[in-house]
């Protein structure tokens, strides 16, 4: 069989599972931004981000953590995904995401910086290919001082005005991750899509225990906030006494499938 006729069911599996591996933000409502905006700065409070306003912010910490993934809609699936966030000498961070899998290879990559305890994105890639399914690119290119973001979607340029604490589709995830361990319970940002913006929302909604490789660990239990009556459901488990690691992730779609991630092993620089 060649690789363009697959039958197209595979090719939607393949894509499903993918988009559980990266936790995509699913159907949310896009708005215009009014106003350009420029990045914090140091020493400045910015009232109008919600990263910003945390009262402590915590520094970043370099770190590696190294994850399987499973996808189960009758047929099992499974890869393996890295995360990996390394300070450069310029004074930037590199943040970067890499999936391997039968199906398809992802990597996708951010350059930032961090400042007042919010994620200042420069440059944003992502590349995915494979034999199931259509190599797909996305690159941004982050101007705050002209107040605009431009790159391409596939194959169609993007042109969007900057607002204050616009994220790209990875830097809200470490987002995510600094306002948690900062202690922050609600939280909201703005990230770019093709075109213009998707609301994403995230609120802690408890503690439990995780049994896990290396034993029962406490985690700080979250969940992605959507419309009332949605029968999706994306739960997050973050360890305090592991600087706030995802542990695990799991969503669920309404139609049965389910997508996994759990951690394998992580190396924090203190």
Known sequence: MQPRTVPRILTCLAAGFLLGLLLVPVSATAVESANP???????????????????????????????????????SL???????????????????????SFLADINESLVLRWENGQVIP?????????????TRKRALDFDWD????TGYFRDKKVRIELKEGALDPLGFQLQLHQDIKAGKTEMHYSVIDRNGYDEDRFAIIGEEQLETASGRIRTVKAEKVRDAG??????????PNQAYLLMRLVQLEPDGTRYEINIDDAEIRR
């Not at 420069?122 to 259509?134: A, K, N």
């Not at 002209?146 to 973001?149: D, H, L």
């Open 37 to 75: 905006a420029q990045p914090p700065v140091n020493g400045e409070q910015d009232t109008a981000s919600p990263a910003a306003s945390t009262p402590d912010p915590v520094p970043l910490t370099p770190l590696r953590a190294s994850y399987s993934a499973s996808f189960d809609k009758g047929i």
């Open 78 to 100: 499974s890869g393996s995904a890295t995360r990996t966030l390394s300070a450069r000498n310029d004074g930037t961070w590199f943040y970067e995401f890499q999936v391997t």
């Open 122 to 134: 420069l440059t944003y890639r992502y590349d995915l290919s494979g034999f199931f399914v259509p």
């Open 146 to 149: 002209e107040g605009v973001v």
């Open 230 to 239: 949605s029968k999706r459901e994306t739960l997050m488990w973050f360890a």
